[in-house]
Nanobody, 125 residues
Framework: QVQLVESGGGLVQAGGSLRLSCALS????????MGWFRQAPGKEREFVAA????????TYADSVKNRFTISRDNAKNTVYLQMNSLKPEDPAVYYCAAPPYGSSWSIDVNAYRYWGQGTQVTVSS
């Protein structure tokens, strides 16, 4: 069974940076596409970024492009989300997720089967 545990959330001033981490256990990490999603109060969960199994390709939501960077360290079974230039519209609970093994590349929340517990990101103005 895949288990995902996020860390690194917190409070940061607008314009600041945070790095989220997500560790996968229970399966071979480098077999899974990994994604980050976020959900703000009263809103639906939305795609943020995704990365292929090797890390050679990434994709981002337009709202975070050029500010956020997704990366992975397959030796550490961990995926990261570096968030720079944080804005007042970025606060949310951030989730890492993995689709079923062998899945195609997707930004659809429904394509992901395994989810972490989430980590809160708060941005002060």
């Amino acid at each position: 069974q895949v288990q995902l545990v996020e860390s690194g959330g917190g409070l940061v001033q607008a314009g600041g940076s945070l790095r989220l981490s997500c560790a996968l256990s229970g399966r071979t990490f480098n077999r899974y596409i990994m994604g980050w999603f976020r959900q703000a109060p009263g809103k639906e969960r939305e795609f943020v970024a995704a990365i292929t199994t090797s890390g050679s390709s990434t994709t981002y939501a337009d709202s975070v492009k050029n500010r956020f960077t997704i990366s992975r360290d397959n030796a550490k079974n961990t995926v990261y989300l570096q968030m720079n230039s944080l804005k007042p519209e970025d606060p949310a609970v951030y989730y890492c997720a993995a689709p079923p093994y062998g899945s195609s590349w997707s930004i659809d929340v429904n394509a992901y089967r395994y989810w972490g517990q989430g980590t809160q990101v708060t941005v002060s103005s």
